[in-house]
């Protein structure tokens, strides 16, 4: 059984009287900056001048600075940007504000589990993962609930750090749901592999695969639409509350049989044996050397890709029918 924190667990005492840099105020960043403070701890936030973000920072009460000027301030400094631009703000603005005993949190391991990032020895490292999107951390957390999270320490210099990272998911509520003890390693390659094979990926693809196959039979696109993406939601939802068992006993007994029955011949063994193979280039490092050459090439080959994928067919029709479903637009 995994190892699990709960708010009896944390004291948040032990981040009274520091200052906590969260640098980036995307939808992690903010939905984090505004529970930490809630919970009554000192926060600064760094942020681009002049953003969307920046701006938003700013309607929020905060008084955003760049990220150097956060990291000489902070004693906790949480880097929330996107994993591609980490490496370059930590090197430039973040390690020459390091002093010791500070801590550096995170709450994805990439950069960390690939050594982009490597942090001197007199540092803490740890990570706080909540299991849910910035909007919902925050939503649970002004309801008095809180989004489970993973903690990972991968350093422990003052041999606090542990500590300290269940004293910052218990500011960002996460500790009220519980937290799940965990490593960088375990959390990175799990997570790319979810992504890859199963949530992005692999369902996309299979969408994809869904409305092609019903297209190519002369079936309208319109209604092939609504049953391989629209519906998706409904079974997803009803997974994620009762688990496939129950999601099982909530459809017809004609879905059930035919995905008991059927199931396996879309995900076959050849699918299952390639799941390996992509697991193998996470854990290799071959993924993540392919994905920082992208990024240092100008992303070549991810700007063809995301070109191609948005003149699949079930792009412009997808817009056209979402327009009928008022309660879907933002």
């Known amino acids: 059984m995994a190892e699990m924190y709960f708010d009896k667990d944390a004291d948040l005492g032990i981040l009274k009287g520091k200052t906590i ?21 000192e926060v600064q936030v760094a942020e681009l001048e002049g953003t969307p973000n920046w701006k938003k920072a700013v309607e929020d009460g905060f008084k955003p600075a760049s990220a150097a000027e956060v990291a000489k301030a902070s004693q906790v400094i949480q880097i929330l940007t996107q994993d591609h631009v980490q490496a370059l703000i930590y090197k430039n603005d973040i390690v020459p504000h390091l002093e010791k005993g500070d801590a550096l949190g995170f709450s994805h391991g990439f950069n960390i589990h690939f050594n982009q990032i490597v942090p001197p020895e007199t540092v803490d490292v740890f990570m706080v993962a909540p299991k849910g999107p910035g909007a919902l951390v925050r939503e649970m957390y002004e309801q008095g609930k809180g989004v489970p999270a993973l903690l990972a320490v991968h350093q422990d210099y003052t041999g606090k750090a542990k500590n300290l990272g269940m004293a910052y998911a218990k500011g960002i509520g996460a500790t009220r749901a519980g937290l799940i003890m965990t490593t960088f390693k375990e959390e990175t390659e799990t997570d790319l592999f979810g992504e890859q094979t199963v949530l992005c990926g692999g369902v996309t693809e299979l969408i994809k695969a869904g409305f092609d196959t019903l297209i190519e ?92 994928e948005a003149e699949h067919p079930i792009e412009e029709i997808g817009a056209r029918l979402r327009e009928m479903m008022p309660w879907m637009k933002e």
């Open 21 to 41: 840099g969260i640098v980036g105020y995307g939808i992690q960043g903010r939905a984090q900056a505004l529970c930490l403070r809630d919970s009554g701890l």
């Open 217 to 308: 039979a002369g079936y309208q696109p319109e209604i092939a639409y609504y049953e391989v993406l629209h519906e998706l939601k409904l079974i997803t939802d009803l997974i994620q509350a009762h688990g496939i068992r129950g999601m099982r006993k909530r459809v017809s007994d004609t879905a059930e049989f035919g995905d008991m029955t059927r199931g396996k011949r879309i995900i076959t063994e050849e699918t299952r044996e390639e799941m390996w193979s992509i697991l193998s280039e996470i854990q290799t490092g071959e993924f993540a050397q392919e994905w920082i050459l992208e990024n240092m090439t100008g992303r070549p080959i991810f700007r063809a890709l995301e070109k191609a």
